[in-house]
C-alpha cells in the first residue's frame, strides 16, 4: 500500500494530492530529446513511470522517474539503478542482484543496439521493481514489474539474423582469334579479379568458351588451353590453385549466338565467377 492508499483511509486523499504535486510532467513531455534511440525509449517509459506514480499520489517515486526521464532527454547515460539506493528486503536481494547483473551484461553487450526499444523497457521496469519491491506492500505491481523486465529481455536471447553472404562476382576475360595466350586487356582483367579476393573468397570457377569458326573438337581443346592460361595467371599473381575449379564449353555456350564458321569476339572468352 503506498502513502496515497494509506492516507484515504484517513480521509486526507485530497489534501495529499494538492500538496504533494511535485512534477510537471507536460513540460518534461515537451523537452527536446537529445540522445540515442536507446535514451528516447527510455525517456517514453521512465514519463509512462512517473506519470504512473504521480496518479497514484507517489510524489516520491514519481519526482524520481520523472528525474529519470529528464536525464535521457539530455543523451545521459543512467543505466539502471543501484541496488544500494533502496531498502530491498532481504527476501528480494538475491533475485534483483541477479537480475540486475544480467541486465548490465546484455547493455553491454550491445543490447542498446540491437533491440533499443526492448533494452529500454528492460532498464525501466528494473527500475519498477526496484522501486515497487522497495515498498514491498503491493504484490501485483512488483509482480507486474518484474514480468515487464523478464518479457523485455526474452529480447537478449534471440539469434542475430545470420549473416548474409557476399553475391558472387562475375568477370569476362576476352582472347584474340584462335589465341590462348593473355593479351594486355587480358592481362589488366586478371588483376581486377586478384584485387576482388582480398577480402576472401570461396572459390574461383573458370569457363573456357569459342567462337563457332573452327572445327568443334579443335574448339573444346582451345577453350581448354585458354581456362589453363588464365588459372596459371591467376596462380601466379597469388590465388589458391587450390580453390580454382575449371570447366571447359568450346563453341557450345556462346554469349551471343551465331551461325556455324562465324568470327565473334565476345564469343572468344573465358568467364570467372567469384564464389564468396
Not at 12 to 36: F, N, P
Not at 132 to 140: G, L, S, T, V, Y
Request: net charge positive.
Amino acid at each position: 500500500m503506498n502513502i496515497l492508499n494509506r492516507l484515504a483511509v484517513l480521509g486526507l486523499t485530497g489534501a495529499l494530492v494538492a500538496a504533494c504535486s511535485s512534477i510537471d510532467l507536460d513540460t518534461t513531455k515537451k523537452m527536446a530529446l537529445k540522445g540515442d534511440t536507446f535514451q528516447k525509449a527510455l525517456f517514453k517509459e521512465y514519463v509512462d513511470l512517473a506519470r504512473s506514480e504521480d496518479d497514484q499520489g507517489d510524489s516520491r517515486s514519481a519526482v524520481y522517474y520523472d528525474n529519470r526521464a529528464k536525464m535521457a532527454a539530455d543523451g545521459k547515460d543512467t543505466g539502471p539503478q543501484e541496488l544500494a539506493a533502496r531498502k530491498l528486503p532481504a527476501s528480494a536481494v538475491k533475485d534483483i542482484t541477479a537480475a540486475r547483473k544480467r541486465l548490465t551484461d546484455a547493455l553491454g553487450a550491445g543490447f542498446v543496439k540491437s533491440a533499443p526499444d526492448k533494452a529500454a523497457r528492460a532498464q525501466a521496469m528494473f527500475d519498477c521493481w526496484m522501486e515497487q519491491q522497495e515498498e514491498n506492500d503491493q504484490p501485483d505491481h512488483i509482480a507486474k514489474c518484474r514480468s515487464g523486465f523478464e518479457e523485455a529481455m526474452k529480447a537478449t536471447a534471440a539469434k542475430p539474423a545470420a549473416k548474409k553472404a557476399a553475391p558472387d562476382k562475375e568477370f569476362t576475360i576476352y582472347f584474340d582469334f584462335n589465341k590462348a595466350n593473355l593479351n594486355g586487356k587480358a592481362t589488366a582483367e586478371a588483376y581486377e579479379v586478384m584485387a576482388a579476393t582480398m577480402g576472401g573468397y570461396k572459390s574461383v570457377v573458370l569457363t573456357g568458351h569459342t567462337d563457332t569458326s573452327g572445327d568443334k573438337n579443335y574448339n573444346r581443346k582451345l577453350s581448354e588451353k585458354r581456362v589453363n592460361a588464365v588459372k596459371d595467371a591467376f596462380v601466379e599473381i597469388g590465388l589458391d590453385p587450390a580453390k580454382i575449379k575449371t570447366q571447359f564449353q568450346g563453341e557450345d555456350a556462346p554469349a551471343e549466338k551465331t551461325a556455324d564458321g562465324v568470327k565473334n569476339a565476345k564469343n572468344r572468352r573465358v568467364t570467372v565467377v567469384l564464389k564468396f
